[in-house]
């Protein structure tokens, strides 16, 4: 979808000229976490609009730098292109719901989450097949990627002057983030699926699984708690939580998670998921 930009005022036009990297920075980031088919060039376009828009909007008495009003107002006028668009493709939830099954029989069978080689075997495809369709699947996410975090997408993200290091740190906690999503045991999987993927309301949800409301709502609780918990250890390489039960089979289902997340991908295999950033 193309989106047109307002003509600025002549006086507007120094300070869109000046952070116009803004919006290629902003473009590179969420391109890197979305399919490849949706067009780069609308995503330019959307947040040129964002950034024309910011510049006609801003009024410097409030104190807030422009730099940091402008990001805002481009970030959102990216997830406006994004959710004015069906990008996620059939073949894409296609495979999601294959996933999802696969995932099913195996925990009928062998009472435990399967780790990603194990999701493969079970669908008859290599696991580094496997691994693009949980990408594919798992990007969508990005237009709710901010209720994972604590404090939202803007400190997820590195900042534009952000050094190499910090940058390497940002890939491959994405990755880990996808990793944790994917390995999620099946009833977490099924409802962070459902909510943020298929952007299905809560009373959906609740009717299809046959529970309240206020169960959906612990359920995906207990999902970020889980995958920021993985996310902690594997990225620190530090203990899992300890728990109070640790023979429990909620514990050993958790410990079982964690070990899943931590053995899913290499950080090589994550840096190589996760491009790095546009200069």
């Given at each position: 979808m193309q989106t047109t930009r307002p003509t600025a005022p002549a006086h507007h036009d120094d300070m869109i000229r000046t952070n116009m990297p803004l919006v290629g920075y902003a473009v590179s980031s969420m391109a890197a976490r979305i399919p490849r088919h949706v067009p780069r060039e609308d995503l330019m376009s959307a947040g040129m609009l964002g950034l024309t828009q910011a510049a006609q909007a801003y009024d410097p008495s409030t104190g807030v730098p422009f730099d940091r009003f402008a990001r805002l107002r481009i970030k959102g006028a990216l997830l406006d292109e994004l959710r004015s668009r069906d990008w996620a493709s059939r073949s894409v939830r296609r495979n999601a719901r294959r996933m999802q099954a696969a995932r099913d029989t195996f925990v009928s069978r062998e009472g435990r989450t399967a780790s990603l080689d194990e999701t493969a075997a079970e669908m008859g495809v290599e696991v580094d097949e496997a691994r693009h369709m949980?990408?594919?699947?798992?990007?969508?996410t990005v237009l709710n990627y901010q209720a994972l975090t604590e404090?939202?997408?803007?400190?997820?993200?590195?900042?534009?002057?952000?050094?190499?290091?910090?940058?390497?740190?940002?890939?491959?906690?994405?990755?880990?983030?996808?990793?944790?999503i994917a390995v999620l045991p099946e009833r977490q999987q099924a409802v962070i699926n459902a909510y943020f993927f298929e952007e299905r309301p809560m009373a959906d949800i609740a009717d299809e699984m046959g529970v309240t409301e206020s169960r959906i709502s612990q359920i995906r609780a207990e999902a970020f708690e889980m995958i920021r918990a993985a996310m902690e250890a594997?990225?620190?390489?530090?203990?899992?939580?300890?728990?109070?039960?640790?023979?429990?089979?909620?514990?050993?289902?958790?410990?079982?998670?964690?070990?899943?997340?931590?053995?899913?991908?290499?950080?090589?295999?994550?840096?190589?998921?996760?491009?790095?950033?546009?200069?």
């Open positions: 949980v990408d594919d699947v798992h990007r969508g404090d939202g997408v803007d400190d997820m993200l590195p900042a534009p002057d952000a050094t190499p290091e910090a940058n390497i740190l940002d890939r491959e906690r994405r990755a880990i983030l996808l990793d944790a594997t990225l620190e390489d530090t203990p899992a939580p300890v728990e109070q039960r640790p023979n429990g089979h909620a514990a050993r289902r958790r410990a079982s998670y964690y070990a899943a997340v931590a053995t899913a991908s290499t950080v090589a295999q994550r840096l190589d998921r996760v491009p790095a950033m546009a200069a």
